[in-house]
């Protein structure tokens, strides 16, 4: 075949290629083809000539390459090219004599094109023998850097190692402080945890007069391998020598040569990475953290933190009084059930509904474990709830939760300088006092979908014993327990600042005429609040008219001006609206509040969101990143696609976690392929996404994993779907399938656009890295700025597969087996 030829001579073809169109084209295509067959040759020549032909092919490399494109014109065409493209492009033209295949085909293959980084990341792939080369995605263990009471410094410096009476070795120090030690120490010597050793400092003794008549002893901490030369020993001092004199001289020169030696900068690097992928989850899940208080002898939820995610939970809680009736849904007896499972997190599902009489809202609910233990009523409340527009299905999961989580000084010395050692102090006493009764962390994650409750809708149910549902009411108290709702502070991640100014305005909707006023404003957006209720939708495009402001300008017209409504308040009166644009055409009211935010700045007052208590959103964020149980995932941006670039672990895996250390990818660094393939980013996950804004909804996915713990590898062992579609009855005959001899997982999978980091909440590891190594700090911001997008998998197993038309008696023995497999391995 003419194509197997050419890939046999692809070397030469492109070398060919290269010289195609220059005058010693036809002397060197008779020398490289000398040793070729006339067919052979006669395929190349038919090749080149095919690459000479002219041709008229427009050039359109937009959303193709990584540069910036423009137009360019070329004998009056018109095509779209970026730098790197257009310099090909003009090479090529010169030494082709005019536009041929040959040019657009080097213009089609630049280094920057997205298809061709594509490839050769693929084919990079395949010749590796190296596995940890597959290993792209970081593991970031949360919460899991240390503070350190001191500075460290990295000085080399010749020690005399004295393991016992008899055993005196030469070593060397890789880093130093007042109170520690990390010594490098050939492997033959063996030293365990806790031994005492006495370390004589040669290369200082040399120089200053220490005082150390026998040295100074250490305790063993850990020994690290870290080559077959030599490990890594970490000591602490144990002070046993109580020398002032020495202790104030090691201090001061570590102070005054940390500039020339360089301050060992390892924890404060890993704990950027952490805190850096720790702010993009929090404030990007859907679930609502909830802490239990002890009153008493009884527990009560008492603090929620809540973010623009989730939020709708813990409204969805709040009857017509405005007061949360969560205390009356998550009860004693429901506490108490829960607490009796033997699991570390402790799980359950709970069905609710709400019915309003007179104005009044009643809550109804039930969990999982209820209907179960009450079979005869399960399809009435699963049959009757699900006709209601409030029905909702939520996952339950309960962990211990400890008010002194809640305080994670910086990683830095308080040494390192004023400001940090007064940011490393504790809560202040108001807010310790608010988490002193705190017992308990509940996660509360709406996992329901319209497809879920249309399939429990067609459940067949006696409506004359609709009665019987009474028992799943709550009541209503007159004094209930009070559950405060604490906003989660993160970066202000609006383009533009908002100040607050009221000046009256008109919003011409349809047939609708609102008068109403501004409460804050921007270059890019208005607040407003109306004088009646409206009946505005987000992404409906309202006129706008300015009569006050009009006052003041001849130059703009303020009347009819186009906004996108992007949020509507529960009372329908509070309007956040978004300048229109007509793609990029000039909008007037950007040019006008432009001008009149620069001209007012002196004047205009910043709306800031000032928290109600301070320091209290901080330290219930702190208690949460201690006691994370999904599993988070991180999408970055290579070129036009995404791919995983990290993971997350808290304190409690999840079964995926399990599946990966299972098979050794939980260290540093691992690939997640086997479960959720990059194939299935770019297919099902990425055409959703990849139009969103931070502002737009988590999207949901479906994940089903389906795992035979008999074979050996990851690749062998696990097969995996992914899924938009609510509808997963598809699905079927895969779980059904595996149902028989694998074990089965399926996991919401919550994805949601990122903005920009919140580079304050790292503001002062940052700057210290920056004093001592200005290219680590910037490497740091580079990484936290390629994140694109946060996931978060929930476990959804039990509920996805009460939906499926399979029989019962499968999904129990399953569920039996999974239980003993994942005992066994935790």
């Keep these: 075949m003419p194509e197997d030829i050419l890939l046999k001579y692809e070397s030469l073809v492109e070398e060919l290629k290269a010289n195609l169109g220059t005058p010693q084209f036809d002397k060197l295509f008779k020398a490289k083809t000398a040793s070729l067959t006339k067919p052979e040759q006669f395929l190349i020549k038919m090749e080149m000539s095919r690459l000479s032909q002219p041709v008229a092919r427009f050039i359109d490399l937009r959303g193709q390459v990584t540069g910036q494109v423009k137009p360019y014109e070329y004998e009056g065409k018109q095509h779209f090219m970026d730098d790197t493209a ?3 492009f003009e090479d090529a033209i010169k030494r ?51 503070s350190r009471s001191e500075e460290r410094m990295n000085y080399s410096i010749k020690i005399s190692v004295e393991i016992d ?23 033959r010597y063996k030293l365990k945890k806790g031994q005492l050793i006495g370390l004589r400092l040669v290369g200082l003794e040399q120089d200053f007069e220490l005082g150390l008549k026998n040295g100074i002893q250490y305790e063993v901490i850990a020994v690290e391998k870290v080559s077959r030369e030599y490990n890594h020993v970490r000591l602490k001092r144990t002070f046993i020598e109580n020398n002032k004199q020495f202790d104030d001289f090691l201090n001061s020169f570590i102070h005054g040569n940390k500039r020339r030696y360089k301050v060992n900068l390892d924890n404060t690097l890993d704990a950027v990475v952490s805190k850096g992928y720790e702010q993009y989850y929090i404030p990007r899940v859907t679930s609502l953290y909830t802490f239990l208080s002890l009153q008493g002898d009884k527990l009560y939820p008492s603090l929620a933190l809540t ?21 009356s849904i998550v009860n004693q007896q429901r506490i108490a059930h829960l607490l009796s499972s033997p699991d570390a997190v402790k799980e359950d599902y709970i069905y609710t509904f709400t019915h309003t009489v007179s104005g009044r809202i009643y809550y109804y609910s039930a969990t999982r474990s209820e209907l179960n233990n009450q079979p005869h009523l399960k399809d009435l409340f699963l049959g009757f709830g699900s006709q209601k527009d409030s029905w909702q299905c939520f996952k339950l999961q309960l962990m211990p939760s400890h008010p002194e989580d809640s305080y994670i000084p910086l990683t830095l010395p308080s040494s390192a300088g004023k400001n940090i050692e007064k940011l490393n102090k504790p809560p202040t006493p108001r807010v310790q006092g608010m988490l002193k009764d705190v017992k308990y962390l509940l996660i509360l994650t709406s996992v329901g979908s319209e497809y879920e409750q249309k399939k429990y809708q067609q459940r067949v149910f006696d409506k004359t014993a609709v009665n019987q549902l009474k028992q799943f009411g709550h009541s209503k108290h007159k004094s209930p327990p009070h559950l405060e709702p604490v906003a989660l502070e993160y970066v202000n991640l609006r383009a533009h600042k908002r100040f607050l100014y009221k000046t009256s305005v008109t919003v011409k909707h349809k047939e609708q005429l609102v008068q109403g ?10 607040q407003i609040e109306c004088e009646k209720p409206v009946d505005f939708k987000k992404g409906d495009i309202i006129k706008l008219s300015l009569p006050e402001l009009q006052k003041i300008t001849k130059k703009h017209d303020l009347s009819d001006l186009s906004y996108e409504v992007m ?37 205009l007052k910043v709306c800031e969101e000032t928290p109600k208590i301070p320091g209290l959103s901080t330290a219930l964020r702190n208690m949460v990143t201690k006691s994370v149980c999904q599993f988070p995932l991180y999408l970055h941006k290579e070129s036009a696609h995404f791919k995983i670039g990290a993971i997350g672990q808290g304190l409690y895996p999840s079964p995926l976690h399990v599946l990966l250390q299972n098979f050794a990818l939980l260290n540093e660094n691992t690939s997640i392929d086997g479960l959720l393939s990059t194939d299935q980013i770019t297919e099902v996950i990425t055409p959703l996404i990849k139009d969103r804004s931070r502002q737009d909804a988590p999207l949901p996915f479906t994940l089903f994993v389906c795992f035979n713990p008999r074979l050996g590898t990851i690749a062998d062992s696990i ?34 656009r990122t903005g920009r980091p919140d580079i304050d909440y790292l503001s002062n590891e940052l700057k210290y890295i920056s004093q001592y190594a200005l290219h680590k700090a910037k490497d740091l911001e580079e990484a936290l700025w390629a994140v694109a997008g946060v996931g978060d998998l929930i476990d959804i197993t039990e509920e996805a597969l009460t939906h499926f038309d399979i029989d019962q008696r499968l999904i129990d023995e399953m569920s039996k087996r999974k239980a003993i497999w994942l005992k066994r391995v935790i």
């Design 567 to 603: 949020a509507i308040s529960k009372s329908l009166t509070t309007v956040n609206l978004k300048v229109h644009r007509v793609t990029d055409l000039p909008h007037m009211a950007i040019t006008f509040f432009t001008v009149l935010i620069d001209n007012n700045k002196d004047k």
């Design 307 to 327: 973010t623009e995610n989730n939020i709708f939970i813990q409204r969805y809680f709040c009857d017509e009084r405005k007061v949360s009736c969560l205390y």
């Design 517 to 526: 006023y501004t409460r804050d404003l921007s270059v890019m957006g208005l």
């Design 165 to 187: 009476k008899e055993t005196k070795v030469s070593a060397s120090t890789s880093d130093i402080s007042l109170s520690g030690a990390k010594i490098k120490l050939a492997p």
């Design 86 to 88: 257009i310099e090909v």
């Design 96 to 146: 082709h004599g005019g536009y041929t295949l040959a040019v657009y085909e080097a213009v089609m293959n630049t280094e920057n094109n997205h298809r061709v980084m594509q490839k050769k990341a693929a084919e990079q792939d395949l010749i590796s023998d190296d596995s940890s080369n597959q290993l792209t995605a970081k593991v970031i263990k949360f919460a899991s850097y240390e």
């Design 719 to 752: 097969t995996s779907r992914c899924i938009s579609d609510e509808d997963y009855t598809s699905q079927t005959l895969f779980v059904k399938k595996a149902l028989k001899n694998d074990l089965v997982f399926v996991f919401r999978l919550y994805v949601s």
